[in-house]
């Protein structure tokens, strides 16, 4: 009965689920990424408007965690640049509960099996756990590359300096 109604209210779900994570931006942001479709001036808002139905997907059509990879990728590495907390970053998937519990309230109190909400809620938790472990990587990747770029800049400046470590 959940899942049917998950399916039937999807498109329902996936646009407050938008309009939720787009809100939680910084003040002055939420228009921009409402209003501007073009995914080069507005990645974030094209990859929430793109990604996000496809994650909704996992919930609702039982598809395996494994299969949302590439989509949770693609919007991790967007969010996993900006300069916010890992919470911030990906309470994305947490507020999908709250969406679900608004859009089907009528639903969830009428004869909601309440292992079958388990079951959604698990799913949701299995889809927080592959975001935060996307996160990691991002940032371990960044970290590399910050590292990398002040080896190269370090490395350059001896050589101005003439550093007979850098001569040899």
Not at 108 to 117: F, Q, R, S
Request: glycine share 4%; hydrophobic share 40%; charged share 25%.
């Amino acid at each position: 009965m959940l899942r049917k109604a998950l399916q039937q209210q999807q498109a329902t779900i996936a646009t407050q689920w938008i309009d939720r994570v787009v809100n939680s931006f910084p003040e002055g942001s939420h228009e921009f990424l409402k209003a501007q479709t073009d995914r080069f001036r507005n990645p974030i808002g094209h990859a929430l408007r793109t990604e996000l139905p496809v994650l909704l997907s996992h919930i609702t059509d039982d598809t395996p965690v494994e299969s949302i990879h590439d989509s949770m990728g693609r919007l991790i590495r967007i969010l996993a640049v900006q300069e916010w907390s890992p919470s911030d970053a990906l309470g994305f998937v947490f507020a999908l509960k709250t969406v679900i519990r608004e859009v089907l309230s009528d639903s969830l109190n009428y004869g909601v099996n309440a292992d079958e909400a388990v079951v959604i809620e698990q799913r949701i938790d299995r889809m927080a756990l592959a975001a935060f472990e996307e996160y990691i990587a991002c940032r371990e990747r960044l970290a590399e590359i910050r590292v990398q770029c002040e080896r190269r800049r370090v490395g350059k400046l001896l050589e101005r300096l003439g550093d007979p470590i850098c001569e040899s």
